[in-house]
């Protein structure tokens, strides 16, 4: 586990051993699931097992059919779903902007199974790319494989390895690629609530291109999306988004953020609402005044990705992938100068938050994003600690 290009801070040995463990546990747990039947692959009728994927694949069907005013209906939607995996109690719904449609077409053109395949393997591929990006070695590729989350989006075939691979690549790139950096955040836009306090970020960072770049790019995709599936599409997404993304009382433990730990402990809504919101308005203050300081800019990409986790109050399992992102910045600046005391034993209590959500199915992944936001919040006080030193000398 040596850095690829010598130099900077090897990873402590039970971080590796652990990793390593991590990393097999997914293989194994897939390896089971596919062997019941009871994964993604195959889909057995029946069987109980109601993927995500699903709903996408046949979303994108109904596109290629002539049918797309059924997307977003979830009465019409539900039966091609269950001609697929059998009769099933639930909501999955279609809760998507249209501009997530080109995605599902796509997939659709392939038999079931191997749009699976190439949607999996596609986004987590960009996912440990972004990782690898941010940590700038090869180890990159090893910790993002092995973070807990992986095994949640693997389950259900969703999106949050593409939801961390657009804010990780874009993260990533703002330096050095802004127009590049623009552009993913342009098509981070298919899940708006997570891209909530990015604008914040940028505008405090005087981050005038990469606003420019995700503008346009947002815009294009919006009209494109019109033309493809027409208007009405967009008054369908707007009109039908609320229940979709609605939890009855038995799932207040699926939602990973403040407003579901609430609502899973009793609370009411309102309770909830109120500390959401005080969550995520404290979460924007950090993040306005770390983007407008003169933090490093790791610290900076750090805070904004744990504040993405923090301030979007839909936020379920498979969108815990996005805590690689600021986890794989601090182990940057741990490679780079060194890991502060029980830093990485602040990380790897928050991914067994992570890892013991099939267990509890609680909302872990709120206080593991809290952790992650408290390491990064003791880099920036310890960074600023050091600069004033450094300037009283």
């Not at 690829?4 to 990793?19: D, M, Q, S, T």
């Not at 799932?251 to 609502?263: E, M, N, P, T, Y």
């Not at 959500?357 to 006080?381: K, M, S, T």
Request: a positive charge.
């Amino acid at each position: 586990m040596s850095p690829a290009r010598g130099g900077g801070a090897k990873l402590a040995h039970p971080v590796e051993l652990i990793g390593f463990a991590l990393i097999v546990v997914n293989v194994v747990a897939l390896a089971a699931f596919y062997a019941q039947g009871s994964w993604i692959l195959p889909v057995a009728p029946g069987a109980g097992n109601v993927p995500d994927f699903v709903t996408f694949w046949v979303a994108g069907r109904e596109i290629l059919a002539g049918h797309g005013a059924t997307v977003y209906q979830w009465p019409a939607l539900k039966p091609l779903v269950e001609a697929i995996v059998g009769p099933f109690d639930g909501y999955l719904g279609w809760a998507y902007p249209p501009t997530f449609l080109f995605v599902a077409t796509g997939l659709a053109l392939l038999p079931y199974a191997a749009a699976c395949i190439v949607w999996l393997a596609g986004t987590f591929a960009a996912y440990l790319v972004a990782i690898r990006t941010i940590i700038g070695d090869r180890v990159g590729y090893f910790l993002g494989a092995a973070f807990p989350a992986v095994l949640a989006n693997l389950m259900v075939g969703q999106n949050g390895f593409l939801s961390a691979s657009l804010i990780g690549g874009a993260l990533a790139l703002i330096e050095t690629r802004p127009l590049c950096a623009g552009a993913l955040l342009g098509l981070l836009t298919y899940k708006p609530h997570l891209g909530v306090l990015i604008p914040i970020a940028l505008v405090m960072g005087g981050r005038w291109r990469v606003i420019a770049a995700a503008a346009t790019v947002a815009a294009a995709m919006a009209a494109a999306s019109m033309m493809a599936f027409g208007a009405e599409s967009w008054r369908a997404f707007f009109a039908n988004v609320s229940p979709a993304l609605r939890f009855d009382g038995a799932a207040w433990g699926k939602l990973q953020s403040a407003f579901g730990l609430v609502r899973a402990l009793g609370g009411s809504e309102g309770l909830a609402w109120t500390v959401h919101t005080g969550v995520a308005v404290m979460a924007a203050c950090a993040v306005a005044a770390l983007w407008r300081s003169r933090a490093a800019y790791e610290i900076k990409a750090a805070a904004l990705g744990t504040a993405v986790t923090l301030a979007a109050p839909h936020l379920l399992a498979y969108d815990l992938v996005i805590l690689a992102v600021p986890i794989a910045f601090l182990f940057r600046l741990g490679r780079a100068g060194g890991f502060l005391k029980y830093e990485q034993s602040g990380i790897g209590l928050a991914c067994l938050l992570v890892l013991i959500y099939p267990l509890v199915e609680a909302p872990v992944g709120f206080p593991a994003a809290l952790i992650a936001g408290a390491l990064v919040l003791r880099r920036a006080i310890s960074a600023h600690g050091a600069e004033k030193a450094a300037a009283a000398r």
